[in-house]
């Protein structure tokens, strides 16, 4: 896919992946229409891509917000004229067991995490349809092909939009609209630091585990937003970002069933 003078929408653009990937495309020559909850970050971001001398547009935008996300397709249109490239990078962590986490919680975490990237590829899929070259890109995470334990609301949304994203991808087989999966490794954002813990959960426990996640938290978010555009560059229908998700992966295959007894002593270490 040749990204210059194409229009990429990225969601979670305010920091992080979503960040780094806006500013791997819009030294590309690709436009970008960006849009995060956080407004603060959105302008940060906005400011550092328009230094690349492409069109840059921001959006505040909470993708669990219905009416926000049917409404967004006319702001970048107006803003842009077209959209080639989807981005739904959006995303939330939730500390705890299935035991521990509220329901309320677990909501919370799937409107977001998987109702968000339905959302807003049912927004964008008929701007996306009318383009000559395009490409859906789905943010799942590692935890989409592994589930370790703590970690059930986070995986079940993260295997969601895996499973979302491939059947997707075989429905439009044959059209000019792509789809790709992305499963980020360690990448260093603030997305543990950020984890909602659960309401009455033991705060030092809490605290070790997510100091646990924070240590393998290690590949710069710059060199992950390069991986994915050159992935999306490529047509790859799996994106694996991190040399560890390249090994999960792996050792996920070897052992599709087993694969936590040969992964815990090295990620608890």
Not at 2 to 24: C, P, Q, Y
Not at 63 to 87: K, M, Y
Not at 113 to 131: D, E, I, K
Request: charged share 20%; glycine share 8%.
């Amino acid at each position: 896919m040749n990204l210059k003078n194409r229009v990429a929408v990225i969601t979670g653009a305010g920091s992080g992946i979503g960040r780094a990937t806006a500013l791997s495309l819009a030294r590309r020559g690709c436009h970008v229409a960006m849009a995060d909850i956080d407004g603060a970050g959105l302008e940060q971001t906005q400011a550092l891509a328009s230094a690349a001398g492409v069109r840059v547009s921001a959006h505040p935008l909470d993708v669990a917000n219905r009416e926000a996300v049917a409404a967004l397709p006319a702001a970048v249109l107006q803003e842009h004229g077209r959209a080639d490239l989807l981005v739904n990078n959006a995303g939330v962590a939730l500390a705890g067991s299935f035991d521990q986490v509220s329901e309320a919680d677990f909501d919370w975490l799937m409107e977001i995490n998987f109702h968000g990237v339905v959302r807003m590829t049912r927004a964008f899929l008929p701007l996306l349809r009318a383009s000559d070259d395009a490409c859906i890109v789905n943010v799942s995470s590692v935890f989409g092909l592994i589930s370790p334990p703590g970690q059930c609301a986070y995986s079940a949304s993260k295997f969601a939009v895996r499973g979302f994203s491939n059947a997707l991808r075989h429905e439009l087989a044959g059209t000019s609209v792509g789809v790709s999966v992305v499963h980020p490794g360690g990448v260093a954002t603030a997305i543990a630091r950020r984890a909602r813990v659960p309401v009455g959960a033991d705060a030092d426990e809490m605290c070790r585990r997510l100091s646990l996640v924070e240590k393998l938290l290690r590949l710069p978010p710059e060199q992950a937003g390069e991986i994915i555009v050159r992935g999306v560059e490529k047509c790859r229908a799996r994106i694996l970002v991190g040399r560890d998700a390249l090994i999960i992966a792996l050792i996920e295959r070897l052992f599709p069933v087993s694969y936590w007894r040969v992964l815990a002593p090295r990620l608890e270490s």
